[in-house]
């Protein structure tokens, strides 16, 4: 079992970054690939950015290419999502998910935070 907590969300303005981190607990967390998603009200879940328990694949979705680095820290069990020049369109709830192997399909992934919301504003 893998435990995920999303945390760091909040109002920013247009333009801004953030950086969303997902603290993980549980068995061989490193071993596993994580993913990051995001759903806004009224939207299907969908993809942003995915990244290899190496950290040597690492995709992300067209509309985040160039604004977004995924990230891990393996000693501390933490996956982060920068995000940088944020859009209005931005505006959702995001999520960490983990799988063996990265995916950019949300049905793929095991493990699940609760999310964090992310709202852009201007």
């Known amino acids: 079992q893998v435990q995920l907590v999303e945390s760091g969300g909040g109002l920013v303005q247009i333009g801004d970054s953030l950086r969303l981190s997902c603290a993980a607990s549980g068995r061989a967390f490193s071993a596993y690939a994580v993913g990051w998603f995001r759903q806004a009200p009224g939207k299907e879940r969908e993809f942003v950015a995915t990244?290899?328990?190496?950290?040597?694949?690492?995709y992300y979705a067209d509309s985040f290419e160039g604004r977004a680095t995924i990230s891990r820290d393996t000693a501390k069990d933490m996956v982060y999502l920068q995000m940088d020049s944020l859009k209005p369109e931005d505006t959702a709830v995001y999520y960490c998910?983990?799988?063996?192997?990265?995916?950019?399909?949300?049905?793929?992934?095991?493990?699940w935070g609760q999310g964090t919301q992310v709202t852009v504003s201007g």
């Open positions: 990244m290899s328990w190496r950290g040597h694949i690492k």
């Open positions: 998910a983990a799988r063996f192997g990265p995916s950019r399909i949300s049905s793929e992934y095991d493990y």
